[in-house]
Structures are given as C-alpha cells and as structure tokens.
C-alpha cells in the first residue's frame, strides 16, 4: 500500500497517495504496531503539503492521535510542528497555535520540558501576529500555570513581549522579538516574531488598560 501510495504521488494522483498511505495506516493498526501506523500517515501527508494542505494536516493530526493513544507523544512533536507550520501557511493563525498548545501537552506527559516551553511561547507568539492580544495573554496566564514555564526563559520572554503591547512600545516588542528564546523555535514562529508588532497599538493598549480596571473593580470590596 505504501509503495502505491508512493507511485500516485509520482503521477500526480493526491487523492489516491491519501487513500494508499491511510489504507497502510490501517493495517498497520490492525496489527498492533501504531508506530507504522502513524509513519505511514505522516509520509503521506508530507507528500500533500504543496498540493493538499488541509488533507495533509488531516493526515498529521490523525498521525499524532495514534501515538497519543499508545503513549508515545514524544514520537510525535515534528509531526504537530508539521501541521502547526502548514496552519500557519494557510492563515488558520487559531489552529497554529492550537497545534502548538498539544505539543506543549504532550510535552508535558513525557517531561520534555524545554519542548514543552517553547510550544507555548510559540502559540503567545502566533496570537500575538494574529492581533489577537486577549487570547495571546490568556495563553499566557493559563500556560502560566504550570510551574515549568513559569520559571522559564520562554516565560520572561512572553512577559516581555506581553507588557511591550500592554505599554504599546513598537521599538521594546521589537526588542523581545530578537530574544534568544525565540531563536531557537521553529523557522516559521521567528518569522512571524521577526513581523511584530502587528495590528493597531494603540487600540491593543487602550484594550489592555481596560481590561486592568476590570480587574481592579473586581478586586475593590469596598
């Protein structure tokens, strides 16, 4: 089935290289061995990337699903990078950063902590090119909940990027963008960081202090 599946990627044939490549997944599966499974799935959508994106990334999720439920998450971080990467060239800037959040998840299970950080630096970064700031800092208070972000350098970088917007300073989220943090994420997160800021500023911070005097009505008892 794979070799089929290799020869209508030769001929052009998508459709079939997904039919092939899903058909050997399933075998596979039948027989116990999820790790082919998910290979044969993975393979078939890097064949599709250029041509048929949204069945490539079908591909990779159902490819990181099968090692998740054989415990094996650590098999699959490239794989939700593959598909975080291919969201982002479709501008699907929400399901970028989503991905990357299951990254950090699975990071998680396996104690891969440094994987771990930089998914979640990498989806604050996502939704901060997307100008969507509130979810970028509720990403970033939820993330920040796990004690091993919250001491990390991802961490500070994100709380420096955070509080450049809050203060609508161009010059300072440039400054954080250049981070030895964000260097060493994937190609595709630096090149969004490299563009920021985005959006208006001025409305993100006149958004940001109004969401600090919330917050301090909430806390007035008096």
């Not at 020869?7 to 998508?14: D, I, P, T």
């Not at 989503?98 to 989806?123: E, H, M, P, V, W």
């Not at 509080?163 to 595709?188: F, W």
């Amino acid at each position: 089935m794979e070799s089929a599946g290799a020869l209508a990627k030769e001929l052009g044939r998508w459709n079939e290289v997904s039919d092939f490549y899903r058909r050997a997944s399933e075998l596979y599966r039948e027989c116990g061995r999820a790790q082919p499974a998910s290979d044969a799935l993975a393979k078939g959508a890097s064949f599709l990337e250029d041509n048929t994106p949204e069945e490539a990334i079908k591909m990779y999720d159902e490819s990181c699903s099968i090692l998740e439920e054989d415990g094996k998450e650590q098999m699959a971080f490239d794989l939700y990078r593959a598909a975080a990467s291919l969201y982002v060239k479709l501008e699907k800037y929400s399901d970028a950063a989503a991905t990357f959040l299951r990254l950090g998840s699975a990071a998680d299970k396996c104690n891969a902590i440094n994987s771990q950080c930089k998914g979640y630096l990498s989806a604050i970064i996502i939704y901060l090119y997307a100008h969507d700031f509130q979810q970028a800092q509720k990403c970033y208070n939820d993330c920040s909940e796990v004690q091993a972000f919250l001491n990390s350098d991802q961490n500070r970088c994100a709380m420096k990027l955070l509080s450049a917007y809050e203060e609508g300073d161009a010059e300072e989220i440039k400054r954080a963008a250049q981070s030895s943090a964000i260097k060493h994420l994937d190609h595709v997160v630096i090149r969004l960081a490299k563009k920021l800021p985005t959006g208006d500023l001025q409305t993100i911070k006149k958004l940001a202090a109004d969401d600090g005097e919330d917050s301090l009505d909430e806390n007035d008892l008096t």
